[in-house]
């Protein structure tokens, strides 16, 4: 049975007027719900991740200051949201979703966070809507208990994941993959262990040709015993901040590829919901519901 993480407190309050929708984090699992998809028995609540998990991956400064909500104004705008106690607890109740996650995709094949894939967060500091970096999280506390020792994480998103790459230089565990835009956010990019970087315009058969070209390379020669896919919307050709021209089936297959691959080399899989920005909410909605439609098609 596919398990969820969803917690309301995913369900972050905004000032009028943000450019983040957060308004997808209550839609979401609403219209799974409303269509069949999945039953109400498919979400589970986490709780806060706890301090000693969270200091495997970010430092004590960086922690403290979240916690005593004491971040310069110039972290606050890197990170992009207005800075409350509250944002701290969504933040380390989607790591622990992540976490969590792991022993449902033991279990069952594959398990899914309705949020996370926080990947701009880095081990000292929070940048672009990202706070905590809860992959990096849950894949440090993994190898910190020894329950895995070879981990890819498979990064969709337009926007190539600094954070984790940042976090993960030199690592013998843990192998980073991101496919993104080459000239979108962030303008700095860091050193992922692989790094495609797509031209504007990128189209569907262009996107899925690398894909299937890399990945499967990637699962025979890194051997993984577990994989974390950030899945990403934002590579639409309606997004807003995306500027890669993937149609929404474009993006299905997409998920639909990666997650055969993982069945077809039974290796438990972890999926965060990542970004997604076209201007219409219900592009957003129907292309992260896909993720989740794919899934149950593939597995259940």
């Known amino acids: ?27 979401l699992p609403q219209q799974l719900l409303y269509e069949g998809t999945v039953s109400e028995q498919q979400f589970f609540q986490p709780l806060p991740v706890a301090e000693e998990i969270i200091l495997l991956t970010h430092t004590p400064r960086f922690w403290e200051h979240l ?10 705008r890197a990170i992009g949201f207005p800075m ?9 109740c989607i790591a622990a979703g992540t976490l969590k996650c792991v022993d449902y995709a033991v ?6 966070n309705a949020a996370g894939g926080t990947h701009h967060s880095f081990s000292d500091r929070g940048e672009g809507f ?22 890819l994480i498979v990064d969709l998103d337009v926007h190539q994941g ?27 990019k860091e050193a992922s262990h692989l790094d495609i970087g797509l031209p504007d315009g990128t189209t569907d058969d ?14 025979d020669q890194k051997q993984p015993e577990i994989i974390f896919y950030q899945a990403g919307v934002d590579i639409l050709e309606t997004d807003r901040l ?44 129907e292309a992260h519901a896909n993720t989740f439609r794919t899934a149950t098609e593939v597995y259940f």
């Not at 279990?107 to 899914?112: P, T």
């Open 67 to 76: 916690k005593q909500q004491t971040l310069s104004e110039k972290e606050i």
């Open 242 to 285: 995306g500027r890669l021209s993937v149609s929404r089936e474009g993006c299905r297959q997409r998920d639909k590829f990666v997650m055969e691959q993982c069945k077809k080399n039974n290796i438990p899989l972890v999926v965060t919901m990542g970004g997604g920005y076209s201007p219409q909410i219900a592009h957003i909605i």
């Open 107 to 112: 279990k069952f094949g594959i398990s899914m």
């Open 162 to 188: 600094n954070g984790t790459a940042s976090i993960f230089t030199g690592s013998e565990h843990v192998f980073t993959f991101s496919m993104h835009g080459s000239k979108n956010y962030p303008f700095r």
């Open 130 to 151: 990202c706070v905590f970096n809860d992959i990096a999280i849950a894949v440090n506390q993994l190898i910190h208990s020894q329950r895995f020792s070879k981990i």
């Open 1 to 27: 049975m596919l398990q969820i993480a969803f917690s309301p407190v995913y369900e972050y309050p905004l000032p009028h007027g943000h450019r983040f929708p957060m308004d997808k984090y209550a839609l």
């Open 84 to 92: 409350s106690p509250l944002l701290v607890e969504r933040g380390r």
């Open 206 to 219: 262009h996107y899925l040709a690398i894909l299937h070209r890399i990945l499967p390379r990637l699962i």
